[in-house]
């Protein structure tokens, strides 16, 4: 019988050899080529909750593209953001350093001030040897530093707008009478489909971000045609949500903002069904991306880690948008893909959150980890999905707002003090807060073990003093 092994597995039998050939001194003729490190398909997607197949947390949602790539690899079931905002999620997600340990809390925080270009997975890479290219958005806009990458699509264009109605307020939707590649995201994916397809003198780290669903949900009338509205179903709700949420937590929701102007306009169906809509594109485009990796020369050499930013709400607790600490503003899609180590369709149902992407991608590629990088490598949950994992995921929202969530519970602490604690599993939509019931408070304990003893103040609020 003829056993084959994956690139990625043969280059790690071959270090093994070298190894030993370095402590006994034999000579085992390995070229360089030979120990070809891994390339990596970096996929980011903006705004894109749990409202995927493959979780199952919304029946409406058709992303087949999506649920083929999560069984092509490991999926999580409870993976969560370092903040529930573009861009402290991100600049946390890719350089290694949380919120609080930053400063970098809302998108008006100019992350570069305070983060050098020595501290990014970017760096690492390159440091390592890798071209590093990428399309899309991966930081958030308003901060670039091209100089982190050796290319990047400059030029997206924009996207067409609706004529005529175009949702509620601030809350944007719309069919589209134009193309698929009318819109930004098919020259940002196409960016993908082209590096895919040319030969590689190197190895890769390529990152394609994709922009929808964020708002404004204007997509192609064909994708709105899906989700017919007739058909819609709102999300589980109740009427007095709120009622034993702290005023901190309400604070957040913002019950007479958005979603206040969403129940006077009599249209919540019309946006769910543009967010629905939104998410159908974007998984389509994910489709033609995925063919393409399918279809390159170095797949089987080619790693995936597949991320959405943030959740979001759609009137759970009464909140639109993110912004918030609850489940549908944390929780967002993470699939890996790494051909040696993962198993096809295989699920992790231990609590991550992205802050392990960085570490775990140095780890599996063999690229020293820096050592500022806050996170911890999930590789050994890689290799067996049920293996021990003790470490909550911690999501903070602003200056002192914490959530830490667990397999079972998620605990919220503001910084005034207000308290959210929540059972899971008996409450998935987290209807009743059970933080001043004594009953529990040794949930409480455990969680509130790992909340951060020192906050960094808001890189922006601090130049103003």
């Known amino acids: 019988m003829t056993v084959r092994l994956s690139p990625l597995t043969t280059c790690a039998c071959k270090m093994g050899l070298l190894v030993i050939a370095v402590v006994f001194g034999t000579k085992v003729p390995l070229a360089a080529a030979e120990l070809k490190k891994p390339n990596v398909l970096f996929i980011a997607v903006d705004d894109l909750n749990h409202w995927v197949g493959y979780l199952g947390r919304n029946p409406q949602t058709i992303t087949p593209n999506i649920d083929k790539l999560a069984a092509r690899g490991l999926r999580f079931t409870r993976s969560y953001c370092a903040a529930p905002v573009c861009n402290p999620s991100r600049t946390a997600l890719m350089t290694g350093l949380r919120p ?62 609706p004529k005529g109605d175009n949702g509620v307020g601030g809350i944007k939707f719309g069919p589209l009478d134009c193309r698929d590649e009318d819109l930004r995201e098919w020259k940002i994916v196409q960016y993908g489909i082209d590096e895919l397809a040319r030969p590689h003198d190197r190895p890769f780290f390529l990152a394609i971000g994709l922009h929808k669903p964020h708002m404004p949900w204007n997509v192609p009338r064909k994708y709105y045609d899906m989700h017919p509205l007739a058909e819609i179903q709102l999300p589980p709700t109740q009427a007095n949500d709120l009622n034993d949420v702290p005023p901190a937590g309400i604070e957040m929701a913002r019950p007479e903002g958005d979603h206040r102007a969403i129940l006077e306009s009599g249209r919540w169906k019309d946006a769910v069904q ?111 999905p049920q293996s021990a994992w003790d470490l909550p995921a911690i999501t903070t929202y602003r200056f002192n707002n914490h959530s830490i969530r667990n397999e079972g519970w998620r605990y919220i602490r503001y910084a005034n003090g207000d308290e959210e604690l929540y059972d899971e599993k008996a409450d998935p939509y987290e209807w009743r807060n059970l933080a001043l019931d004594a009953s529990y408070a040794q949930q409480k304990s455990e969680l509130q073990k790992y909340l951060p003893t020192r906050n960094q103040p808001d890189i922006t609020a601090a130049e103003t003093q």
């Open 274 to 384: 543009g967010y629905l809509a939104a998410i159908s594109y974007c998984d389509a485009m994910i489709g033609r991306l995925i063919d393409a990796y399918e279809n390159s020369a170095e797949r089987d050499n080619t790693m995936i880690v597949f991320w959405g930013d943030h959740g979001w709400h759609l009137g759970e607790k009464q909140h639109w948008r993110k912004f918030a600490l609850w489940e549908e503003a944390t929780r967002a899609p993470l699939i890996w893909i790494v051909p040696g180590m993962t198993k096809v369709n295989s699920v992790c149902d231990r609590t991550v959150d992205f802050m392990s992407i960085y570490p775990t991608l140095t780890d599996v590629c063999g690229i020293p980890t820096p050592k500022h990088v806050e996170g911890r490598s999930i590789r050994s949950l890689l290799v067996d």
């Open 100 to 161: 609080f340990s930053s400063g970098v809390y809302e998108n008006e925080d100019d992350w570069r001030k305070v983060i050098s270009e020595e501290l990014p997975l970017t760096t690492a890479f390159r440091k390592a040897g890798y071209s590093v290219k990428g399309a899309g958005k991966i930081y958030h806009g308003n901060f670039p530093r091209r100089s982190e990458w050796d290319d990047y699509l400059g030029r997206e264009g924009g996207d067409p707008t």
